[in-house]
């Protein structure tokens, strides 16, 4: 596989996991019975219903069709959540169920975002090197609001420790250039 077809399988990949979270998200959003919690669900359907249409606006751009791909984690991590979410009867349990999946499905895009950002360069595609960066940090954004909801869900649950709830951590790191991420990925042998 080349990198060209690389980048083109995870630009698909995204555009199918896109349509299925416009379906998905609102579903969530309506389960979610914290209003903050409600309001990022809302936010991030607006984001993926954005994100689709940039995803196909790059494909055209690259004069691909869009190819059905295998989103198996995707599909995976909503059977899971609709199997959890129909045994809890608890508000704050359901709440958590609901973040839990926000989260996991936005730690499974993120990567993919990222990737594909890494290979719009790789492959020099000048639109995708200017939308894909963008993307990336509203997922990173995503990301960093769910893990705090989930804190504050975990917390209502009666958690008292950071120990008692798992939550995604992101660090923000500044942007570096190319040379200088080269240089930190293949360091000297003689440093």
């Not at 984690?73 to 199997?83: E, K, N, P």
Request: aromatic letters at 6%; a negative charge; proline letters at 5%.
């Amino acid at each position: 596989m080349t990198l060209r077809e690389f980048y083109i399988a995870d630009l698909g990949q995204l555009r199918d996991a896109s349509q299925r979270m416009v379906l998905e998200w609102p579903l969530l959003a309506a389960r979610a019975a914290f209003p903050a919690l409600r309001s990022a669900l809302d936010q991030h359907y607006s984001d993926t219903q954005l994100q689709l249409v940039q995803i196909e606006s790059l494909l055209a751009d690259l004069e691909e069709r869009p190819r059905p791909s295998q989103t198996e984690v995707l599909t995976g991590l909503l059977a899971a959540w609709h199997l959890r979410h129909a045994q809890l009867d608890r508000t704050e349990s359901r709440d958590l169920c609901v973040v839990s999946t926000a989260l996991a499905v936005n730690c499974q895009s993120f990567t993919v975002f990222g990737e594909a950002a890494t290979l719009a360069a790789a492959v020099n595609h000048v639109e995708g090197m200017r939308v894909l960066p963008a993307m990336v940090e509203i997922q990173h954004t995503s990301l960093q609001r769910l893990g705090e909801l989930k804190d504050d869900i975990a917390t209502q649950l009666g958690a008292t420790s950071i120990t008692q709830w798992s939550t995604v951590l992101i660090p923000v790191r500044s942007p570096r250039t190319h040379a200088t991420a080269q240089a930190s990925a293949f360091p000297s042998p003689l440093t």
